[in-house]
């Protein structure tokens, strides 16, 4: 890995906008792009130059995904592109990480303002189009400009909440790169990582919400992405340990605690763990750390009921107090403030014995209720028993990448991570996001194992993008939960139908058979059918060790239906 003190230039010089551009993103660290060609030919040829990684893809939407999921895994922006008539293909990507506050830096071209309103050849004005799904939007218009544009652009991307950002290079294929100019594509390394700065929370807050934490009989923290994005995930589980206080965690937060420690109850919210809704909604107190307080996090601001007493962290004071009345709000970093804590309230003994022996036992109910399930033998295969195998197998720092609808309901509920080094990333509400983003999550750390789960449903929006994984060496391993059909829609349909399933009904979510693992060794990649519980194991264990992109195609039970939020 690069160490990102070391800057490649400073020195202000006549030189292209592509040689600046490609020297710039060399110095913050970017070791691949993403893209659709053709756009900014000149500075990816420039940035061959540096060993940058350009892997062109099949489609602009995949190529956002793969920069998101390269930005989540790295923890500092992932780059995309595509040319101007492929950007509103590329905004669209974009919502996934709008979504889920992931720092990823969007390069689009753009018409020539002498062309506008002439019926130019595709054209079409892009730019409203990123408004709501970039922190910042701007024109490179002159050349001259890229140098203090593109690092505004990460300035912005990793600061507070992160989140994306956008610029257009004139020209279709943002040919404004071939321009020379004045340039000084020198970099300021504070802004290459998540966090660039950590505000740190008033000492006075900080005592003010341990009182309250001490002082509360049923305590929970309710841990989000900020966590994770802060890197105060030791800080988290310190603190529940040092005050005796049960963690239920957010999607994006499912990585920031072990799901097999003593104190973790599960996910809460929507795509859920029962174990985690009722614990949360019998509690007291709710501190939420790094959490914005979302829908999927609360169930729609049920859990808990808005009436709960609550503390607040988040780096972004916008979002304090935005659902939840607020007896602490702390505006500063996760790490900070988790650390703050820990100081303030030194050594202390185990307690709350009762309020943990009741978490303990929401948590075991929950399993005794699904473990029918999750060892089940049955063919065709239960998505419960996957999750049950991936949780058991994959290995110790693997990064687990899931996709939304009903896998990212399988797995908030029925898998747990097992070490501190397992890495969890989900998709924020986007279908076909995590199989392009698992390549993303590879790219950014190729000695790590990452593991993709997906639904057919979801595997079919991008598959063609397994080729792009065997030409470029992405050796990732996507497990498909093969049901043939999207059956998180059934009960949907049923109620359309008068409450029961039709034939014309059930044409609605369904597919024809498909053998994926054919599919994927046409490709070039290593395809493996599983048909019975007993081949999981044996399948993961060999896709792991390939040496390249391997996809399992697992038969699985269409009646299987997950289990909705319990309030």
Same mark, same amino acid.
């Given at each position: 890995?690069?160490?990102?003190?070391?800057?490649?230039?400073?020195?202000? *010089?006549?030189?292209?906008?592509?040689?600046?551009?490609?020297?710039?993103?060399?110095?913050?660290?970017?070791?691949?792009?993403?893209?659709?060609?053709?756009?900014?030919?000149?500075?990816?040829?420039?940035?061959?130059?540096?060993?940058?990684?350009?892997?062109?893809?099949?489609?602009?939407?995949?190529?956002?995904?793969?920069?998101?999921?390269?930005?989540?895994?790295?923890?500092?922006?992932?780059?995309?592109?595509?040319?101007?008539?492929?950007?509103?293909?590329?905004?669209?990507?974009?919502?996934?990480?709008?979504?889920?506050?992931?720092?990823?830096?969007?390069?689009?071209?753009?018409?020539?303002?002498?062309?506008?309103?002439?019926?130019?050849?595709?054209?079409?004005?892009?730019?409203?189009?990123?408004?709501?799904?970039?922190?910042?939007?701007?024109?490179?218009?002159?050349?001259?400009?890229?140098?203090?544009?593109?690092?505004?652009?990460?300035?912005?991307?990793?600061?507070?909440?992160?989140?994306?950002?956008?610029?257009?290079?004139?020209?279709?294929?943002?040919?404004?790169?071939?321009?020379?100019?004045?340039?000084?594509?020198?970099?300021?390394?504070?802004?290459?990582?998540?966090?660039?700065?950590?505000?740190?929370?008033?000492?006075?807050?900080?005592?003010?919400?341990?009182?309250?934490?001490?002082?509360? =009989?049923?305590?929970?923290?309710?841990?989000?992405?900020?966590?994770?994005?802060?890197?105060?995930?030791?800080?988290?589980?310190?603190?529940?340990?040092?005050?005796?206080?049960?963690?239920?965690?957010?999607?994006?937060?499912?990585?920031?605690?072990?799901?097999?420690?003593?104190?973790?109850?599960?996910?809460?919210?929507?795509?859920?763990?029962?174990?985690?809704?009722?614990?949360?909604?019998?509690?007291?107190?709710?501190?939420?750390?790094?959490?914005?307080?979302?829908?999927?996090?609360?169930?729609?601001?049920?859990?808990?009921?808005?009436?709960?007493?609550?503390?607040?962290?988040?780096?972004?004071?916008?979002?304090?107090?935005?659902?939840?009345?607020?007896?602490?709000?702390?505006?500063?970093?996760?790490?900070?403030?988790?650390?703050?804590?820990? =100081?303030?309230?030194?050594?202390?003994?185990?307690?709350?014995?009762?309020?943990?022996?009741?978490?303990?036992?929401?948590?075991?109910?929950?399993? =005794?209720?699904?473990?029918?399930?999750?060892?089940?033998?049955?063919?065709?295969?239960?998505?419960?028993?996957?999750?049950?195998?991936?949780?058991?197998?994959?290995?110790?720092?693997?990064?687990?990448?899931?996709?939304?609808?009903?896998? *990212?309901?399988?797995?908030?509920?029925?898998?747990?991570?097992?070490?501190?080094?397992?890495?969890?990333?989900?998709?924020?509400?986007?279908? *076909?996001?995590?199989?392009?983003?698992?390549?993303?999550?590879?790219?950014?750390?190729?000695?790590?194992?990452?593991?993709?789960?997906?639904?057919?449903?979801?595997?079919?929006?991008?598959?063609?993008?397994?080729?792009?994984?065997?030409?470029?060496?992405?050796?990732?391993?996507?497990?498909?939960?093969?049901?043939?059909?999207?059956?998180?829609?059934?009960?949907?349909?049923?109620?359309?139908?008068?409450?029961?399933?039709?034939?014309?009904?059930?044409?609605?979510?369904?597919?024809?058979?498909?053998?994926?693992?054919?599919?994927?060794?046409?490709?070039?990649?290593?395809?493996?059918?599983?048909?019975?519980?007993?081949?999981?194991?044996?399948?993961?264990?060999?896709?792991?060790?390939?040496?390249?992109?391997?996809?399992?195609?697992?038969?699985?039970?269409?009646?299987?239906?997950?289990?909705?939020?319990?309030?």
């Amino acid at each position: 890995m690069r160490r990102f003190e070391a800057l490649t230039v400073n020195v202000l *010089g006549v030189m292209t906008g592509a040689r600046a551009l490609a020297e710039m993103l060399y110095g913050y660290g970017v070791t691949h792009v993403f893209m659709v060609p053709a756009v900014l030919r000149r500075t990816l040829a420039e940035l061959e130059r540096f060993g940058v990684r350009r892997i062109h893809t099949h489609g602009e939407k995949s190529a956002a995904y793969m920069a998101d999921g390269y930005a989540r895994m790295a923890g500092r922006p992932g780059v995309c592109m595509a040319q101007a008539v492929g950007a509103l293909n590329l905004a669209a990507g974009l919502r996934d990480a709008h979504l889920a506050n992931s720092p990823v830096i969007a390069f689009t071209g753009g018409r020539t303002p002498d062309a506008a309103g002439k019926g130019v050849y595709q054209e079409v004005d892009d730019l409203p189009a990123f408004v709501n799904v970039t922190k910042f939007s701007a024109v490179v218009d002159d050349v001259e400009r890229v140098s203090d544009l593109v690092r505004r652009t990460f300035r912005t991307a990793v600061s507070g909440r992160p989140g994306p950002v956008h610029l257009q290079f004139l020209g279709n294929e943002g040919q404004i790169d071939l321009d020379e100019g004045d340039l000084d594509p020198s970099v300021d390394t504070r802004f290459a990582t998540v966090p660039p700065e950590r505000p740190l929370p008033d000492p006075h807050d900080v005592a003010a919400a341990l009182d309250l934490l001490d002082r509360a =009989e049923r305590p929970v923290l309710v841990a989000g992405g900020g966590v994770r994005a802060s890197g105060a995930s030791g800080e988290l589980v310190a603190v529940a340990e040092r005050l005796s206080i049960p963690v239920a965690t957010s999607l994006n937060g499912k990585d920031t605690i072990p799901g097999k420690h003593p104190l973790c109850v599960g996910v809460v919210g929507t795509y859920s763990r029962s174990a985690a809704n009722r614990l949360v909604n019998q509690a007291d107190l709710v501190c939420f750390v790094g959490s914005s307080t979302g829908s999927m996090t609360t169930h729609f601001w049920r859990v808990p009921p808005p009436t709960t007493p609550a503390i607040q962290i988040d780096i972004d004071p916008e979002m304090l107090g935005r659902n939840y009345p607020l007896r602490v709000a702390i505006p500063a970093d996760a790490h900070a403030t988790l650390t703050a804590l820990l =100081e303030q309230a030194g050594p202390r003994s185990p307690g709350r014995d009762v309020w943990l022996d009741s978490a303990r036992r929401e948590v075991a109910v929950w399993r =005794e209720q699904h473990l029918g399930h999750l060892e089940s033998d049955g063919m065709p295969i239960r998505p419960e028993r996957i999750c049950a195998d991936l949780t058991a197998l994959v290995p110790d720092n693997a990064c687990v990448v899931v996709d939304t609808g009903h896998a *990212g309901m399988w797995m908030g509920g029925m898998f747990d991570t097992r070490t501190p080094d397992q890495r969890y990333l989900r998709s924020a509400g986007h279908l *076909g996001w995590a199989f392009p983003a698992a390549l993303g999550a590879k790219c950014a750390d190729p000695d790590r194992p990452v593991v993709c789960f997906t639904g057919d449903a979801g595997f079919w929006y991008h598959m063609a993008e397994v080729e792009t994984a065997v030409r470029w060496g992405i050796n990732t391993v996507t497990v498909v939960n093969n049901n043939s059909s999207g059956n998180q829609s059934a009960r949907g349909f049923d109620r359309a139908y008068g409450g029961k399933q039709t034939p014309e009904g059930r044409r609605l979510w369904t597919f024809a058979d498909v053998d994926f693992a054919r599919l994927a060794e046409g490709m070039g990649a290593m395809g493996i059918r599983v048909e019975k519980p007993s081949e999981i194991g044996p399948a993961l264990e060999c896709g792991l060790a390939a040496g390249r992109p391997a996809v399992i195609d697992v038969v699985t039970d269409v009646d299987a239906i997950a289990p909705l939020a319990v309030v």
